[in-house]
């Protein structure tokens, strides 16, 4: 199970953080990351890690801004946001996928959801 929290209200130029926090399974060999999905959009790919060794990848849209990391101990990933942009709104979701056979980082490949988190920024 995956568990999402830290969405909110921010101006423009703020910051939040996320936290996904995984329970009930191994995830040793997962990538686990975040989509959004804006009012009238398809869910978009933003950010994932791989347990196995720490590495990320990042959406262009959020390259700079966004940094994505983990807590091992705590089964706990964290995705810090910063100078947010209005087009930043949406829900953000967390997800992972079993990463033993590499990563394709769609909305359609993932083996785990979370439930989604609302991040607004205002202009």
């Known amino acids: 199970q995956l568990q999402a929290s830290g969405g909110g209200l921010v101006q423009a130029g703020g910051s939040l953080r996320l936290s996904c926090a995984a329970s009930?399974?191994?995830?040793?060999?997962?990538?686990i990351g975040w989509f959004r999905q804006a009012p009238g959009k398809g869910r978009e790919g933003v950010s994932y890690?791989?347990?196995?060794?720490?590495?990320?990848y990042y959406a262009d849209s959020v390259k700079g801004r966004f940094t994505i990391s983990s807590d091992n101990a705590k089964n706990t990933v964290y995705l810090q946001m910063n100078s947010l942009k209005p087009e930043d709104t949406a829900v953000y979701y967390c997800?992972?996928?079993?990463?033993?056979?590499?990563?394709?980082?769609?909305?359609?490949?993932?083996?785990?959801w979370g439930q989604g988190t609302q991040v607004t920024v205002s202009s």
């Open positions: 997800a992972a996928a079993d990463s033993l056979l590499g990563v394709v980082w769609v909305a359609g490949g993932m083996h785990y």
């Open positions: 890690i791989l347990n196995s060794d720490g590495s990320a």
């Open positions: 009930g399974s191994t995830f040793d060999d997962y990538a």
